[in-house]
């Protein structure tokens, strides 16, 4: 299993960006797929974008064009750039992380690592 740590999290005003980061332990064929997911106070958990060690990408349609999702695969480090946050977008946001997949989709059942996540607050 891969250790993830998720750190970026705060508070922010609506429009506003914040930048998310997770720590990856030393790369093994586990992290092929790495995603950001994110759960709200009684909504079920949520894929928000999805990225393969190959660099395709899959965003949530509700963050497309305000979100980007990167990785620095010298690093193990997945990062997740918001902008334009609504209060909509307040959760908490969590890393994740599995094996080979030709396409990095974002069902979180299909995940086997999680981190701990890091909670976003955005105001209105």
């Known amino acids: 299993q891969v250790h993830l740590v998720e750190s970026g999290g705060g508070s922010v005003q609506a429009g506003g960006s914040l930048k998310l980061s997770c720590e990856a332990s030393?790369?093994?064929?586990?992290?092929?797929?790495m995603a950001w997911f994110r759960q709200a106070p009684g909504h079920e958990r949520e894929g928000v974008a999805a990225?393969?060690?190959?660099?395709?990408?899959d965003y949530a349609d509700n963050v497309k064009g305000r979100f980007t999702i990167s990785r620095d695969k010298s690093k193990n480090m997945l990062y997740l750039e918001m902008n334009d946050l609504h209060p909509n977008d307040t959760a908490l946001y969590y890393c994740?992380?599995?094996?080979?997949?030709?396409?990095?989709?974002?069902?979180?059942?299909?995940?086997?690592?999680w981190g701990q996540g890091t909670q976003v607050t955005v105001s209105s």
């Open positions: 994740a992380a599995k094996g080979f997949s030709l396409l990095c989709e974002l069902r979180a059942s299909e995940y086997a690592s």
């Open positions: 030393p790369y093994t064929y586990d992290q092929y797929c």
């Open positions: 990225i393969g060690f190959d660099g395709d990408t």
